[in-house]
């Protein structure tokens, strides 16, 4: 019997391998690990890679609370909420059908992007490619990556409620991944504030915090001062600060060095309490065919583009579209400090 059990041991051993195997790759099981795209416990992810057909690149990491593009810049909280419910809640409904494949697949070798999803360590947790959508547009062909091999076949996925393609949360443009707020701050932050008008000096005023207190004083631009307004003229003031976003990034656009080489209108400058700052140029946007109003109330054809502002940021390397309607309660003037209760305030610089 004691020469027998080498014989049992490595009988069972291969039975035990024969069984794995058998478990591993059998059709059910190969096709619930093919067809098995969401990550329910988006809270335990660290890391999203994204690629394209072409090599282009961004990468998405958790750093302690908060996330990061490509290591530098804050991330676009909507855009990550949408690839977020996308990893979460997306469901298989069927697979493709095999007369099907070649046409997904070839078009899927044109057009997709590979999704790498990271729960701690070097190794990715799921990897899967995301093709376009199916011809009703419910639907998007995904298909799974298997210790470095495309799955057997794609599956068309969806989330329950929502008739959409998902091919668009899934973009490697960096600049859609990064934020778009521009200022987020108020009395509490905030050391000292600067706002210059190039071509009204009258109008220009800065704003300078006093000791640790949120108390601020306010000089000209001659750096006087007529009698200091209330506190909380200047409170509710700085309070137009936490939420100043960009509409959108321009920095491809074609007359960005036009724009640049001209003297911005406006120019502000903070300098917050852990010393950081935040400095922008906010230049006049030229009327175009797209401007929403083109003549002023005299019938005068106008300059500028009444509704928008260009804008460049952190020593022009980036360059934005903002609105006037975001931005206008931020644009004030010196004066604007010392109007009287029910008396008329000025115009906006600019307007």
Not at 123 to 128: C, E, G, N, S
Not at 245 to 260: G, H, M, Q, R, V
Request: glycine letters at 6%.
């Amino acid at each position: 019997m004691k020469k027998l059990l080498p014989y049992i041991a490595i009988l069972a051993l291969l039975a035990g391998g024969v069984a794995f195997f058998l478990y591993r790759y059998s059709p059910s099981t190969l096709a619930e690990k093919e067809s098995e795209f969401a990550v329910r416990d988006v809270d335990a992810i660290s890391k999203i890679v994204l690629t394209d057909v072409r090599s282009q690149k961004v990468t998405l990491t958790k750093e302690g609370n908060r996330w990061l593009v490509n290591g530098k810049y804050g991330i676009n909280e909507e855009s990550l909420a949408l690839l977020f419910t996308a990893i979460q809640k997306m469901e298989t409904q069927y697979p493709v059908p095999e007369k099907a494949q070649p046409v997904v697949l070839n078009d899927m070798a044109r057009k997709r992007f590979r999704c790498e999803i990271y729960t701690g360590g070097n190794k990715p947790t799921k990897v899967y490619y995301v093709g376009g959508p199916t011809a009703d547009g419910t639907g998007t062909y995904v298909i799974m990556e298997i210790d470095g091999q495309p799955a057997s076949r794609p599956y068309v996925v969806h989330i329950a409620g929502i008739n959409a393609y998902l091919t668009s949360r899934y973009y490697v443009n960096e600049e859609y991944w990064r934020t778009k707020w521009v200022y987020r701050d108020n009395a509490a932050t905030i050391k000292k504030l600067s706002v210059t008008y190039n071509f009204e000096k009258q109008k220009s005023f800065s704003l300078t915090r006093v000791g640790a207190r949120d108390t601020f004083v306010i000089t000209n631009s001659d750096g006087l001062a007529d009698a200091q307004p209330r506190q909380r003229f200047i409170h509710q003031y700085l309070e137009f600060f936490d939420g100043l976003s960009l509409e959108a990034f321009e920095n491809t656009n074609p007359i960005k060095d036009t724009i640049l080489g001209m003297q911005p209108f406006c120019t502000i400058q903070m300098k917050r309490v852990d010393d950081t700052e935040t400095n922008v140029e906010i230049f006049y946007m030229p009327l175009n065919e797209h401007s929403r109003q083109q003549f002023d109330d005299n019938g005068r054809k106008l300059l500028y583009d009444v509704e928008h502002y260009y804008i460049a940021m952190d020593g022009r390397k980036d360059f934005g579209l903002i609105q006037y309607y975001v931005w206008g309660k931020a644009l004030r003037s010196y004066q604007d400090f010392y109007v009287r209760p029910g008396v008329k305030q000025p115009t906006v610089a600019g307007h």
